[in-house]
T-cell receptor, first 114, second 113 residues
Framework: NAGVMQNPRHLVRRRGQEARLRCSPM?????VYWYRQLPEEGLKFMVY????????ESGMPKERFSAEFPKEGPSILRIQQVVRGDSAAYFC????????????FGEGSWLTVV | KQEVTQIPAALSVPEGENLVLNCSFT??????LQWFRQDPGKGLTSLLL?????REQTSGRLNASLDKSSGRSTLYIAASQPGDSATYLC????????????FGSGTQLTVLP
């Protein structure tokens, strides 16, 4: 039973380019979350999605960031026109339906903006 | 707004020692509390999940307790091993939401052989 799968694990982008991070939740999980860990900072919630729906995006920056979880395929976190401050580890997590369930994290995608 | 604090920020112990990591949170209206382990350059591994109705959970050498009224949780590690070296994070759902987790800044544990 594969865990939460994220790719790419490491991504280097030049300022102004786009970054796309992908996440496949654990089998049977219908809830996906994205968190960001900036250097020397703790993990911060970004967005919570279910299939084809954004449930809570209160942690997403207002511009350049978007997320989706289509009916088919992985969840995508998209960052347009990246800046140096976007350099961070982006973690995806998933859980089963219903509150109170354990949330499982992927290995993360490390974005470096040069 | 929920705030989570972990003390100490770093801890170094000799192998075999029992140790306690502390986590406190400001809003006691939580659904559950989860402890994670993070190795350098890696993702988070879930260790224990304590529901709000529970007082403690055990898994192997790990025991986590929860005192909602005082806003505290502890993670007890028995007979520590060098392989336990990692950063330990506690997280609670944001007040009013069962989904959005608020993380502490973690305790960086080093177990010396």
């Amino acid at each position: 039973n594969a865990g939460v799968m994220q790719n790419p694990r490491h991504l280097v982008r030049r300022r102004g380019q786009e970054a796309r991070l992908r996440c496949s939740p654990m089998k049977g999980h219908s809830h996906v979350y994205w968190y960001r860990q900036l250097p020397e900072e703790g993990l911060k919630f970004m967005v919570y999605l279910q299939k084809e729906n954004i449930i809570d995006e209160s942690g997403m920056p207002k511009e350049r960031f978007s997320a989706e979880f289509p009916k088919e395929g992985p969840s995508i976190l998209r960052i347009q026109q990246v800046v140096r401050g976007d350099s961070a580890a982006y973690f995806c997590a998933s859980s089963e339906q219903g509150s109170g369930n354990t949330i499982y994290f992927g290995e993360g995608s490390w974005l470096t903006v040069v | 707004k929920q705030e989570v604090t972990q003390i100490p920020a770093a801890l170094s112990v000799p192998e075999g020692e029992n140790l306690v990591l502390n986590c406190s949170f400001t809003d006691s209206a939580i659904y559950n509390l989860q402890w994670f382990r993070q190795d350098p350059g890696k993702g988070l591994t879930s260790l224990l999940l304590i529901q709000s109705s529970q007082r403690e959970q055990t898994s192997g050498r790990l025991n986590a307790s929860l005192d909602k009224s005082s806003g505290r949780s502890t993670l007890y590690i028995a007979a520590s091993q060098p392989g336990d070296s990692a950063t330990y994070l506690c997280a609670v759902p944001l007040s009013g939401s069962a989904r959005q987790l608020t993380f502490g800044s973690g305790t960086q544990l080093t177990v010396l052989p």
